[in-house]
């Protein structure tokens, strides 16, 4: 059983940055794609980025596509999210993730594609 947990949102305003954490313990985080998740006021929660378990391919939804920057530590057990030209839209709770499955696919992109989850961290940016 894997454990995830998030730290490193905030308030902030608009076009600054912010860097989340996501520390894992209880698994062997190298063998895990991770995955960055938002969910914002009266919406779903939807996918924001994924990295292999290497680290060495990433991908993004349209919407934080060169703004975003995923990246991993393995000796750290951590997977982290860099905020830049952070915009109000981007306001929701973000949570880590973690999959079993060693695939690196679209349903790495899914929601269902992860079966461990932090407990998210609250990320608000003031226009």
């Known amino acids: 059983q894997v454990q995830l947990v998030e730290s490193g949102g905030g308030m902030v305003q608009a076009g600054g940055s912010l860097r989340l954490s996501c520390t894992a313990s209880?698994?062997?985080?190298?063998?895990?794609?991770m995955g960055w998740f938002r969910q914002a006021p009266g919406r779903e929660r939807a996918f924001v980025a994924t990295i292999t378990r290497s680290g060495g391919a990433t991908s993004y939804t349209d919407s934080v596509e060169g703004r975003f920057t995923i990246s991993r530590d393995n000796a750290k057990n951590t997977v982290y999210l860099q905020m830049n030209s952070l915009k109000p839209e981007d306001t929701a709770v973000y949570y880590c993730?973690?999959?079993?499955?060693?695939?690196?696919?679209?349903?790495?992109?899914?929601?269902?594609?992860?079966?461990?989850w932090g407990q998210g961290t609250q990320v608000t940016v003031s226009s």
């Open positions: 209880g698994g062997t985080f190298g063998s895990h794609i």
């Open positions: 993730a973690a999959r079993r499955e060693t695939l690196f696919d679209l349903t790495a992109t899914y929601e269902t594609g992860y079966d461990y």
